[in-house]
Every structure is written in structure tokens, then in C-alpha cells.
Nanobody, 115 residues
């Protein structure tokens, strides 16, 4: 059993910053890959950023240059630093950890950006 717990969401004005954190616990302690997804009302869930083996990263075009994904020293943590936030970044953000054929998800954390 694996649990992912996100924190750090909140409400900010456009141009502000937030840092999301995700900690995994349970039977798996080291994840080769972790990522962040988001889902806005009425829209499909989309990949925001992913990180593999601690240093290979990929980002959605809409967040490149503004968001940074990183891993903690322990392989069960992942962070998302979000700068220059825009109203269109408003969504529920989910932590994700794929393990083989399984996908583990957190419960989500709300990010609201006002103009």
C-alpha cells in the first residue's frame, strides 16, 4: 500500500509563488519517477511536470520557465516550485508516482490564482 500526501496549495494573486510538496509512504520508499498533474474545472487532468531518476525533467509548455520540479534527498518526496502564477494555473494539483503498471495518486491540493 502506497500513500501520497500533497501540501502547499492555497490562494495567491497573479504573479505570486507557491511551493507544493508530496511525500510518499507505505511499502515503497524509492520511486524512479514522480510527477505533478493538475485538473481544472471542466477540463481533463494534464501533466504539469515530471522527474525521472532525480535529474531528468519534463514540463508542460504552459509552465516552462515558471515551474520547477525537484526531488528531496529521500526518493519518496517531490516538490513543485511555482512562480509567476497566472489565473489559468488555477486547478487541483495531484502528485503521481508510477510503479510498473500501477499509478499512485495523492488526494490533490487546490491552487487558486486570482487576477
Amino acid at each position: 500500500q502506497v500513500q501520497l500526501v500533497e501540501s502547499g496549495g492555497g490562494s495567491v494573486q497573479a504573479g505570486g509563488s507557491l511551493r507544493l510538496s508530496c511525500v510518499a509512504s507505505g511499502s515503497i520508499f524509492n520511486f524512479n519517477a514522480m510527477g505533478w498533474y493538475r485538473q481544472a474545472p471542466g477540463k481533463q487532468r494534464e501533466l504539469v511536470a515530471g522527474i525521472i531518476s532525480g535529474d531528468r525533467t519534463n514540463y508542460a509548455d504552459s509552465v516552462k520557465g515558471r515551474f520547477t520540479i525537484s526531488r528531496g534527498n529521500a526518493k519518496n518526496t517531490v516538490y513543485l516550485q511555482m512562480n509567476s502564477l497566472k489565473p489559468e494555473d488555477t486547478a487541483v494539483y495531484y502528485c503521481n508516482a508510477p510503479v510498473g503498471a500501477l499509478n499512485y495518486w495523492g488526494q490533490g491540493t487546490q491552487v487558486t490564482v486570482s487576477s
